[in-house]
T-cell receptor
Framework: GNSVTQMEGPVTLSEEAFLTINCTYTATGYPSLFWYVQYPGEGLQLLLKATKADDKGSNKGFEATYRKETTSFHLEKGSVQVSDSAVYFCALKHQGSSNYKLTFGKGTLLTVNP | KAGVTQTPRYLIKTRGQQVTLSCSPISGHRSVSWYQQTPGQGLQFLFEYFSETQRNKGNFPGRFSGRQFSNSRSEMNVSTLELGDSALYLC????????????FGDGTRLSIL
């Protein structure tokens, strides 16, 4: 079945540091890939998405590239801010089937210190 | 444009009771999905509805059920509550196609005493 593996957290960085959160997936066919962010006490917000190989999703300084050869979708940001502190989830949705659910990784807690 | 609205935000129940949670999707969205979030199991898919029909169902017992109304609003019901049902229940809506992103509400925090 489909699965998503994220790097274990927590991740603690200083403001303006470079961020990478690794995400790899297992799926048949060509899934759509997503990054969601969850701030304390809130639901999930869509951060970025990519629907086919070599697509790059980007939003608010975050980027991730759909790499089919390595089945990866790593999240990166060049300079993090304190306000980026949150839990980040990588997720996939399987295309080409009637399965409309999102499969999530376990989440990575990011803390950015001033 | 209003986002996904879930009510209530917080609920406290006791074992054996039942509960109904409500979700109003983004206007124009016809697909509504429900997820359970717990510290131990993470985010797990419950079910998905599109145009009042359940299209997918996750691996949860029959005590968990849902429905969708003609205006796309959805409810989920949990009967005979157990301590392990304590969780954040998230609703997400989308246009319905498989490559469309899901947009989440802030969730209902259910606590079972």
């Amino acid at each position: 079945g489909n699965s998503v593996t994220q790097m274990e957290g927590p991740v603690t960085l200083s403001e303006e540091a470079f961020l990478t959160i690794n995400c790899t997936y297992t799926a048949t066919g060509y899934p759509s890939l997503f990054w969601y962010v969850q701030y304390p006490g809130e639901g999930l917000q869509l951060l970025l998405k990519a629907t086919k190989a070599d697509d790059k999703g980007s939003n608010k300084g975050f980027e991730a590239t759909y790499r089919k050869e390595t089945t990866s979708f790593h999240l990166e940001k060049g300079s993090v801010q304190v306000s980026d502190s949150a839990v980040y989830f990588c997720a996939l949705k399987h295309q080409g089937s009637s399965n409309y659910k999102l499969t999530f990784g376990k989440g990575t807690l990011l803390t950015v210190n001033p | 444009k209003a986002g996904v609205t879930q009510t209530p935000r917080y609920l406290i129940k006791t074992r054996g009771q039942q509960v109904t949670l409500s979700c109003s999707p983004i206007s124009g969205h016809r697909s509504v999905s429900w997820y359970q979030q717990t510290p131990g199991q993470g985010l797990q898919f419950l079910f998905e509805y599109f145009s009042e029909t359940q299209r997918n169902k996750g691996n949860f017992p029959g005590r968990f059920s849902g429905r969708q109304f003609s205006n796309s609003r959805s409810e989920m019901n949990v009967s005979t509550l157990e301590l392990g049902d304590s969780a954040l229940y998230l609703c997400a809506s989308s246009l319905g196609a498989v490559n469309q992103p899901q947009h989440f509400g802030d969730g209902t925090r259910l606590s079972i005493l």
